[in-house]
């Protein structure tokens, strides 16, 4: 078997927030058509690693989507290859549900240009695939948390692209809801795509194909997810308080 | 011929001591003369108090008891000043307020500030025997409660200028503070009288400031125009300095304008007042900042306001009368 | 509280923004006829006067023009309004937020101190004309608020850089009417607000600013639904966030400034436009900028035709109208909400 090409490539990367080094120079491969997700202790540059990686924070060191820099790529190139789900911020509480997923299709809409046929099938069916669609004449304001996280998870699928970037994507999700999540997931994966997560919940982490553990600015572990080293990694980063076991075989972190 | 207790003085020695007692007497009256003219009036105000003390009432309505003529004297407003220094006072002052202007020598004075917020503690500093302000001013209290007296006058109108005057010349002791007063009112009679009673009757449109605020007959200077004989088209109803529509002034059509230099320029820009008729034929009279400075303060200049007002109606609405 | 605000949203019934927009140009257009019916005499009917040149030279050359310039003031003024709250996806946002008001009252307070000054200094002041002395400052103050936040990138540092300016200028203007109290009694007029002085020429200027203005917000207007969710969300989605905060900011300084060059400082009309249109109808922000410059066209427009009325002929200020005015309706839609939220189960 081949090995597998690498979709976000990150070399010796260093990133600050305000005036502090939060990421000390990370060197990191990330394979296409996988999912990968990020682990780490709180404030160990989970989420400042995933916004390096998206392009969003200015950087030192290179990032290479599908071997191309970062930096080279248009705006708007950048945006069609890649999308991004941030954690909840803003309120954008007047917009409709179907007005936010459309959101997701600015990158492939010149300027001024009212929504395409393209467009309305993409958005329908983002919707269709987190199960928002029977709503998407309800306002931002008027959704519960959950219903609101996936209504932005739609956003971010309307945009199509070969690459989703993930930060806590299950925020105020309840358990069926990660159950979809997780199958939405593995079936983009199926269909070639790459998606990269940053989940504090390390069980929900577990399910992934790759893991890489950051702690304190470095990549100190990146391996499968199913594999030895990796649980001992884990373990370790987590200073013991972790412990990873099996469970209808499937892997599960329990804390000690 | 005194005799003492015993009876048994010689009529030799009661003579010694009455001339003793003369000579006793006449140094004692040499030495009262002295300090009766070296001293200041303060020895013969102490002995004859009750009849030279000033008890002023001022436009509070509060008493203040002056008990000589004050020598120190600090104003803060513009107009008092004016008055002491035409009751021929002005080298009593000490102190004026910032925008105390006029005559030119209280320019050479300490300045204490604005006359609504003064300086309190170069106020105190000077020492002064009486502090006339304004009644608006926060200051009032604070100066009394530091044991200043404080007469406070604000005139507003004519009949202000004229009480106003009285009242200062009692704080100043000034034997005919009237005289100043009839002086003033003579010469706006006279100013008056100077109009040619073809021109008397023309209406007068009086802009004091961007808004447009106009004077109307309720204010100081309507008063003063009403006392020329123009009419005002702005009524008394509408009080002392209403801010109006522009729009009246181009339905009233006055036959004079008047306005200060500064809120004066391209009136003709203003929507719909390029066809006025006063602007059209030029009938309009731009007072400069030191003339506008004294038709708006009632005080003692009121005659050359008068003056000032008269001489532009004669000039620049000659055969436009109505 | 999400109950209860959900409630009240469903209460607001969903119309679509272009019967609200039909709503205003009606009012509008209402307005403007009553506008011509109100002088200096209070309501008089102008029909029956229309042969009468004098009646008709107030008609076309000072009315008209006033009432319509009201509108396209508080237009630029709800577009200003509409554009601040959007960048700083802040409720509380108003046009005059980076300083532009305080600018404009620091310029018309210099011009008006200097008219007095010096001849030569009062050429100048005449040239440039008190709206346009009041323009530069407008302008100036938001130039200002933009070198001291370096740039437009972080709306934080914007905030607080506007603030600042707002606050040093507003010093230096007392320190000008204290060196030159003369200037007083005009500087409160412009403080307080007025259409007094707006003729053809000013309508045809805010026209011109007001046009341009709107084009380019609503062409933001997808840009800023996307910011609504977040500057990341936004960025991510290759959206060219600092030239289209360029180009906003310069509109809101340049709608900001020409209202308040020609109408003076008028308070309320920018902050209170968009939540007006939000509280009747739901939309996305490319139609609200255009419904908040109508809606802000009939507050002033209202506002003005009162201010000439109640007191003719003098003028009450427009500014306490439209406070007035709008802030009770406000007051009101808070009391109702509160109201069905004390109802709901």
């Known amino acids: ?256 | 011929m005194n005799t003492d207790l015993t009876g048994r003085r010689s009529r030799k020695s009661s003579q010694k001591s009455q001339k003793k007692l003369q000579i006793f007497l006449a140094v004692l009256l040499r030495v009262l003369r002295v300090f009766a003219t070296s001293a200041s009036l303060n020895l013969a105000c102490a002995i004859a108090a009750p009849a030279q003390a000033a008890q002023v009432t001022d436009d509070r309505g509060v008493t203040v008891t002056l008990p000589q003529a004050p020598r120190r004297i600090v104003t803060l407003l513009p107009s008092l000043t004016e008055v002491v220094c035409a009751l021929g006072r002005c080298d009593r002052l000490v102190g004026v307020d910032r925008y105390s202007d006029y005559p030119a020598t209280v320019l050479a004075l300490p300045q204490l500030g604005g006359g609504l917020d003064p300086n309190i503690e170069g106020v105190v500093a000077l020492r002064p025997d009486v502090v006339l302000m304004a009644t608006s001013s926060r200051a009032v209290q604070r100066l009394e409660s530091l044991g200043i007296k404080v007469v406070a006058l604000e005139p507003h109108n004519a009949a202000d200028v004229q009480r106003v005057i009285a009242r200062i010349g009692e704080v100043l002791g000034v034997p005919d503070a009237q005289r100043l007063w009839r002086e003033i009112d003579g010469g706006v009679n006279a100013a008056a009288a100077s109009i040619p009673p073809a021109v008397r009757n023309t209406r007068v449109y009086f802009e004091v400031g961007r808004g447009p605020y106009a004077a109307g007959e309720a204010s100081f200077i309507g008063e003063t125009l009403a006392r020329l004989g123009v009419k005002n088209i702005v009524p008394r109803s509408e009080g002392p300095f209403p801010k109006i529509n522009p729009e009246f002034v181009v339905r009233a059509d006055p036959d004079l304008i008047m306005i200060s230099q500064n809120a004066a320029p391209q009136l003709e820009q203003r929507p719909g007042w390029a066809s006025l008729r006063a602007l059209r034929e030029g009938r309009l009279c731009v007072f400069s900042p030191e003339d506008s400075a004294v038709l708006v303060r009632p005080g003692p200049r009121m005659a050359q306001a008068a003056r000032l007002i008269a001489q532009c109606i004669t000039r620049k609405s000659a055969g436009s009368a109505r | 509280m999400s109950a209860a605000i959900s409630v009240s949203i469903s209460g607001r019934a969903r119309r679509p923004g272009w019967l609200l927009a039909v709503g205003l140009l009606v009012l509008a257009a209402a307005l403007l006829l009553l506008g011509m019916d109100v002088g200096s005499r209070g309501f008089e009917d102008m029909w029956r006067s229309r042969n009468d040149p004098v009646a008709s030279q107030i008609l076309w050359d000072i009315r008209v023009p006033r009432t319509l310039g009201a509108w396209l003031s508080g237009a630029l003024l709800g577009l200003a309004g509409a554009i601040a709250q959007g960048l700083f996806r802040n409720p509380l946002a108003d046009p005059y937020l980076l300083g532009s008001a305080s600018g404009a009252a620091l310029g018309l307070a210099i011009a008006l101190a200097l008219l007095g000054a010096s001849p030569f200094a009062g050429e100048w002041v005449l040239r440039v004309g008190f709206t346009g002395a009041a323009f530069a400052g407008a302008v100036v103050g938001v130039l200002l608020t933009l070198v001291l936040a370096q740039g437009v990138q972080h709306t934080m540092r914007l905030l607080l850089a506007g603030v600042i300016v707002g606050v040093v200028l507003g010093a230096a203007r007392d320190l000008v009417t204290l060196a030159a109290p003369e200037t007083l009694q005009g500087l409160q007029a412009f403080m307080l607000g007025s259409t007094g002085y707006v003729g053809w020429n000013a309508c045809a200027i805010m026209s011109a600013v007001l046009a341009p203005g709107l084009v380019v917000a609503w062409a933001t207007g997808r840009g800023l639904d996307a910011l609504a969710l977040g500057e990341s969300t936004a960025a991510s989605l290759g959206l060219p966030l600092h030239a289209m905060r360029v180009a906003l900011v310069a509109v809101l300084a340049l709608a900001t400034g020409a209202a308040v060059a020609q109408t003076g400082l008028i308070a309320f009309v920018g902050l209170a436009s968009p939540h007006l249109v939000r509280s009747a109808v739901r939309t996305t922000h490319g139609a609200l900028v255009f419904l908040s410059a109508l809606m802000g066209g009939v507050l002033l427009m209202a506002a003005d035709v009162l201010a000439r009325w109640l007191v003719a002929p003098q003028e009450l200020p427009v500014g306490v109208l439209t406070a007035v005015l709008g802030g009770s309706y406000l007051l009101w839609l808070m009391y109702r909400r509160s109201g069905v939220a004390r109802r709901a189960p």
């Open chain 1, 1 to 256: 078997m081949n090995a597998p090409q690498v979709a976000l490539e990150a070399r010796v990367v260093r990133a600050e927030l305000g005036r502090k080094e939060i990421l000390h120079g990370v060197d990191l491969r990330l394979p296409a058509g996988r999912w990968s997700s990020i682990v780490g202790p709180n404030g160990a540059g989970k989420s400042t690693l995933l916004r390096v990686l998206a392009g969003l924070l200015a950087h030192s060191g290179e990032v290479l989507l599908h071997g191309e820099p970062l930096r080279a790529l248009a705006a708007r190139s950048r945006a069609r290859q890649l999308s991004w789900l941030g954690q909840n911020e803003g309120a954008g509480d007047d917009l409709t549900v179907y007005d936010v997923a459309m959101l997701g299709r600015l990158p492939h809409q010149a300027w001024l240009a009212s929504p395409s046929a393209a467009d309305r099938a993409a958005v329908e069916r983002a919707l269709r695939q987190t199960h928002a669609w029977d709503w998407r004449e309800r306002p931002l304001g008027q959704l519960s948390g959950g219903e609101r996280q996936r209504v932005l998870l739609a956003r971010a699928l309307a945009v199509e692209a070969e690459v989703l970037l993930m930060d806590e994507p299950l925020a105020n999700l309840d358990p069926p809801h990660q159950a979809d999540w997780l199958a939405l997931v593995r079936e983009l994966v199926r269909s070639g795509k790459t998606v990269v997560s940053v989940l504090h919940e390390v069980t929900l982490a577990l399910q992934a194909d790759e893991m890489v553990i950051v702690d304190a600015g470095r990549v100190v572990h990146q391996g499968s997810c199913g594999d030895g080293a990796t649980h001992r990694a884990l373990r370790e980063v987590f200073h013991g308080r972790l412990n990873v076991a099996s469970l209808d075989g499937q892997w599960v972190a329990l804390p000690q």
